[in-house]
């Protein structure tokens, strides 16, 4: 999807210029490009602690994942939705069809509310007990 916005932004003219010289925009894809390395860094830190210590051990670092990315993902994809204007709603594109695949993550391995509530029982208890 940030691919894709990113070559949108350059073809397509608003005011007359490319929506890439706005700041707002330029500042939208700035953040999903910071939200997307920040998913992939607690995705590959979640695979690495599964690694070290066994995926009981790593419970929290996958719940946060499985809490985060999908969300991170609707957001960094509606943003990049938002420069292709009522194209990024067609069944036609990509976006539309990746937004719906990230939403159904958040659904897939259960609700946001049960890995919420599991992650925050695990991280009470390891920094109850620390001294």
Not at 38 to 64: P, S, Y
Not at 95 to 116: I, L, N
Request: aromatic letters at 6%; hydrophobic letters at 45%.
């Amino acid at each position: 999807s940030l691919e894709l916005a990113c070559q949108r932004v350059t073809r397509r003219e608003t005011f007359g210029r490319p929506l890439a010289k706005h700041q707002s925009v330029r500042e939208g894809i700035a953040q999903s490009f910071a939200e997307i390395e920040m998913m992939r860094m607690l995705v590959l830190k979640a695979c690495k602690r599964m690694d070290e210590v066994g995926a009981q051990a790593a419970r929290d670092m996958i719940a946060a994942a499985k809490i985060a990315v999908p969300l991170m993902a609707q957001n960094v994809i509606d943003r990049c939705m938002q420069v292709h204007g009522a194209g990024g709603l067609t069944e036609d594109w990509m976006m539309a069809e990746a937004f719906s695949y990230a939403r159904w993550c958040r659904q897939a391995d259960g609700p946001d509310e049960v890995h919420m509530m599991a992650l925050g029982k695990q991280v009470i208890e390891r920094y109850s007990n620390a001294d």
